[in-house]
């Protein structure tokens, strides 16, 4: 029996893990849907969503992600490698790999300290960590990293305010003004490559051409968003969990474990893009049919205890990560070490200060777990 899962449940949208849970021991896959979408398959369990991520028989397609209003002269930039498959992704992956490494993350470290030291700085003693500072330090990150002006850096934080969002007005408002600055650093990389993803493109070997280039900053901007919900998820349960975070103050030196932990135990998807059947494919025992729609579960495969010991434990110590939360195979997050480095900084940097939770307030969203707001006394 497939259990069913409707994202307008109340329960489902409170409390994912347990509900995705319930779902996962009762078998791998499972529907879910809701009012005007699906139902669509999900993998449940850890190596059913491994087996999907990895099989070529799934593929990412255009209309797996939305395509907001915008105007035309937009359109040729947003087709990201995300959305491609086969020898045109393979190429991509290649050429733009190695800016992407976890060394380079290593080298942009401190890159990123003084910006995370400056929103910090800029706090006030009750603050709001998710307007502050979460959402603000993605973006500065990769205005940083792709030689955005500091004038027009402001302007940015609202591009990934709006980008944030998801769909909208403002986001398909921001979408010219993102292509118009990023065509601008893409030009100043080749005309005088820097220290940063865009020089190392320049510099490579088998070069992008302009429209590839373009589109990268775009995919930063989609993706790069992750680190907000990411770190204030993060704050929020440490701070629910005191034993923790001693552990954590007490030996800093964890850090890297546990941002890969707390990516595991309360990372922001909940469910991650679909991939579509490219013929029909027996799957734990169900007929996949050609063109029907499967995601992973990632709120239950990250807590599958075939995979992970304890897993409903928050453990800052645990060795070793074997979460999906940055997917796996082909597609596998390009920024994942980025993303690391931007999070161990950022918790870093809080945790040196004494914290105090005034005010949780969580998005009911059911796709993505995450905070409207995180107030704190600093």
């Not at 893990?17 to 996962?24: C, L």
């Not at 401190?110 to 706090?123: F, G, M, S, T």
């Not at 005309?191 to 302009?210: C, F, K, T």
Request: charged share 25%; net charge negative; with cysteine.
């Amino acid at each position: 029996m497939v259990p069913e899962i409707s994202l307008t449940d109340p329960e489902v949208i409170a409390d994912p893990f347990t509900a995705y849970g319930r779902a996962r021991e009762q078998a791998p896959l499972a529907r879910v849907g809701a009012p005007g979408f699906g139902p669509v398959w999900a993998a449940t369990r850890h190596e059913t969503a491994r087996a999907v991520l990895g099989d070529a028989r799934f593929e990412l397609r255009p209309d797996s992600y939305q395509t907001p209003d915008v105007p035309e002269h937009c359109r040729a930039y947003m087709h990201t490698m995300s959305e491609m498959e086969g020898a045109g992704h393979a190429r991509l992956r290649r050429i733009v790999s190695p800016a992407f490494s976890a060394r380079r993350a290593l080298d942009f470290r401190p890159r990123i300290e003084p910006l995370v030291a400056r929103l910090l700085d800029a706090l006030p003693a009750e603050a709001d960590l998710v307007r502050d500072f979460a959402r603000p330090l993605p973006m500065d990150v990769i205005c940083e990293l792709v030689g955005i002006p500091h004038e027009d850096r402001m302007r940015w934080r609202e591009y990934g305010i709006a980008v944030a969002s998801g769909s909208g007005p403002a986001f398909a408002a921001s979408i010219p003004g993102i292509m118009t600055g990023a065509r601008a650093a893409v030009a100043r990389g080749r005309e005088e490559p820097r220290d940063d993803v865009l020089g190392d493109l320049v510099r490579a070997d088998d070069r992008l051409s302009e429209t590839e280039m373009v589109t990268l900053v775009w995919q930063l901007v989609m993706s790069g968003q992750t680190p907000a919900n990411l770190i204030t998820n993060a704050v929020a349960a440490l701070l629910e969990h005191p034993d923790q975070l001693a552990v954590l103050r007490a030996d800093p030196g964890l850090m890297p474990r546990a941002v890969d932990e707390l990516i595991r135990w309360c990372g922001p998807t909940l469910l991650t893009i679909p991939r579509y059947a490219r013929e029909d494919v027996t799957l734990e025992g169900c007929l996949i049919r050609q063109d029907e729609p499967i995601v992973t579960a990632a709120a239950a495969v990250n807590r599958d205890p075939r995979a992970f010991d304890n897993p409903d434990h928050l453990d800052v110590t645990r060795p070793g990560s074997g979460h999906l939360g940055f997917g796996h195979g082909p597609h596998f997050c390009l920024g994942a070490s980025l993303a690391r480095v931007q999070t161990e900084v950022a918790l870093t940097a809080l945790l040196s200060r004494p914290l105090e939770a005034v005010k949780v307030e969580r998005a009911p969203d059911p796709g993505t777990w995450r905070l409207n707001s995180l107030v704190v006394r600093v």
